[in-house]
């Protein structure tokens, strides 16, 4: 008898349980036994295979509704080296999983590659791609499961914190996650109208500091000031830290990192160091403004998945029991034009890297376009006249200061 076995790897995302349930309803009508596996790849990493359990359907009919992982999830690596992958393959071979079904993202994939490659085929495995961050390449720019429910759950906290902006005239800078990509900060700052957005794929061509980064916020304050509004919100990806130089970052060479080598994002108190660089800024203009500073991110990550990611996972869990049994292996199943398209996970490893290639966002898309034209930051006109000189005059600056100290901030993509 085929047997399916399940897993969950890197962070949670909105949506997980529905590809739970659909694969192995699926698997269970096709006349497979299904096992899920806890905790990723951590227990088949030790060469442990006592972490599992059998699914039946009644275990999974309606758990598409609901939020978190019912397998639970982890980062562990299972291709951190040789030990640990043999040791992967023969708690899967002592399980007796014949096809293997893994949902996660970028460093859940490269695991499931490192697993098809070592097994020869004779473990079909297969990906299903997830994460909030949106940040796979995955066909016909369709964003990862988890992203829609994440961007709404994240839009409505940003739309109450915009209100209480402007109801204690204040500004806030709201720290968003998104290590590679800024989509995340993006999709909410759009749909809830924040005041501006700062993300990783701004500095490609000036490269990032804190210093430029501040400027970049104050610049918008003082722009919003000069038009009467003190209040306003700043959404920030947290993978603006990587952009970085570590210097700046207060401890970050003492951080720890995760099996896969990133430093944990979460252990950088991003928001505090901005605000704090923010303030010095302001106190040297001679402004006083209040800003508070607040880390939208666990908030999202188990949310209750809106109708789209509940269809959408539905449909790649039965997607991907329907690839593996049709005999297929070695790839993420997504959807293309509504129908289920695999990729092959060799033509996903970037070959400078040997990693999971990643998408960013395209500035040069319509879709930023409208968040850069609706954003209130300083622009290049800001910085001739008539407009400088009311800006300059309102922090006490000559034109010609004014114009030195935010130049940078203005050619910020």
């Known amino acids: 008898m085929p047997t399916l076995g399940i897993l969950v790897g890197g962070g949670p995302a909105p949506g997980i349980n529905g590809v739970i349930g659909a694969a192995a309803i699926e698997a269970i009508n096709e006349g497979c036994s299904v096992i899920g596996i806890y905790d990723g790849y951590r227990w088949l990493a030790r060469g442990d295979a006592t972490h599992a359990t059998s699914l039946r359907i009644e275990d999974v009919s309606r758990i598409h509704w609901?939020?978190?992982?019912?397998?639970?999830?982890?980062?562990?690596?299972?291709?951190?080296?040789?030990?640990?992958?043999?040791?992967?393959?023969?708690?899967?071979?002592?399980?007796?999983?014949?096809?293997l079904l893994c949902i996660g993202g970028d460093d859940t994939t490269f695991g499931a590659a490192k697993i098809a490659e070592a097994t020869g085929g004779s473990i079909r495995v297969a990906t299903v791609p997830k994460t909030i961050d949106n940040d796979l390449p995955l066909p016909d720019n369709m964003p990862s499961f988890g992203f829609e429910?994440?961007?709404?759950?994240?839009?409505?906290?940003v739309e109450t914190l915009m209100e209480d902006a402007r109801t204690t005239q204040r500004w806030y800078i709201v720290i968003s996650m998104g290590r590679k990509s800024g989509a995340l900060a993006v999709g909410i700052a759009k749909a809830a109208g924040a005041t501006l957005a700062v993300i990783p794929e701004q500095f490609v061509s000036s490269g990032a500091s804190l210093d430029l980064v501040a400027n970049v916020i104050v610049g918008s304050m003082i722009k919003r000031s000069a038009s009467g509004a003190d209040h306003g919100v700043a959404v920030v990806a947290e993978g603006i830290?990587?952009?970085l130089d570590e210097r700046e970052l207060t401890g970050l060479k003492d951080v720890e990192r995760d099996p896969y080598g990133h430093v944990r994002l979460s252990d950088i108190d991003l928001g505090a160091i901005v605000k704090s660089t923010v303030m010095a800024r302001l106190k040297e203009l001679r402004l006083n403004i209040g800003v508070v500073?607040?880390?939208?991110?666990?908030?999202?990550?188990?949310?209750?998945?809106?109708?789209?990611?509940?269809e959408y996972t539905r449909t790649l869990g039965y997607g991907a029991v329907r690839y593996l049994l049709g005999g297929g292996s070695g790839a993420m199943v997504a959807l293309r034009g509504g129908h289920v398209a695999p990729v092959p996970l060799a033509e996903m490893i970037d070959p400078a890297t040997g990693r999971i290639r990643v998408r960013v966002l395209d500035t040069r898309s319509e879709a930023y376009e409208v968040l850069r034209k609706?954003?209130?930051?300083?622009?290049?006109?800001?910085?001739?006249?008539?407009?400088?000189?009311p800006l300059a005059a309102k922090v006490g600056l000559a034109p010609t200061e004014f114009a030195r100290r935010f130049s940078a901030a203005a050619k910020v993509l």
Do not use: M, W
């Open 374 to 389: 609706y954003s209130i930051r300083l622009e290049a006109a800001d910085l001739e006249e008539p407009r400088l000189g």
């Open 149 to 157: 429910t994440a961007r709404a759950v994240g839009a409505g906290i």
């Open 293 to 310: 500073t607040k880390d939208v991110g666990y908030e999202l990550r188990c949310a209750k998945p809106v109708p789209f990611d509940v």
């Open 241 to 243: 830290a990587e952009r």
């Open 66 to 99: 609901t939020g978190g992982s019912i397998l639970r999830t982890a980062r562990t690596n299972p291709a951190q080296d040789e030990k640990t992958l043999a040791n992967c393959v023969g708690a899967l071979r002592e399980l007796g999983i014949t096809h």
